[in-house]
């Protein structure tokens, strides 16, 4: 059975960083490609950032690129998302999401398992 925890999130204000982290059992962490996605109150979830197997690949959308770094650490079973220039609009519960594959999927619907979420408030 796969587990995936979040960590990390919290109040902030505008213009803070935080850092994610997810920490996943269950199965050989190496083998997953990774997704952060998140989900403001009244929005479909959205995709934030993947990474893949080895670290070699990662993909962002357009509204984090510059300000959020994912990344992973395969001997902790651990990907972290680190948040930069916080802004109001970055306010969701940010999920991360493993999924057995070569590829970096941008669709939520592309990965089987995902943690319960950690909220993350920006105020301004």
């Known amino acids: 059975q796969v587990q995936l925890i979040e960590s990390g999130g919290g109040l902030v204000q505008a213009g803070d960083s935080l850092r994610l982290s997810c920490v996943v059992s269950?199965?050989?962490?190496?083998?997953?490609?990774m997704g952060w996605f998140r989900q403001a109150p009244g929005k479909e979830r959205e995709f934030v950032a993947a990474v893949s197997r080895s670290a070699t690949s990662t993909d962002y959308s357009d509204s984090v690129k510059g300000r959020f770094t994912i990344s992973r650490d395969n001997s902790r079973n651990t990907v972290y998302l680190q948040m930069n220039s916080l802004k109001p609009e970055d306010t969701a519960v940010y999920f991360c999401?493993?999924?057995?594959?070569?590829?970096?999927?941008?669709?939520?619907?592309?990965?089987?398992?995902w943690g319960q979420g950690t909220q993350v408030t920006v105020s301004s």
């Open positions: 999401a493993a999924q057995s594959t070569i590829y970096l999927p941008r669709t939520d619907r592309s990965y089987g398992y």
């Open positions: 269950g199965r050989t962490f190496s083998n997953f490609a």
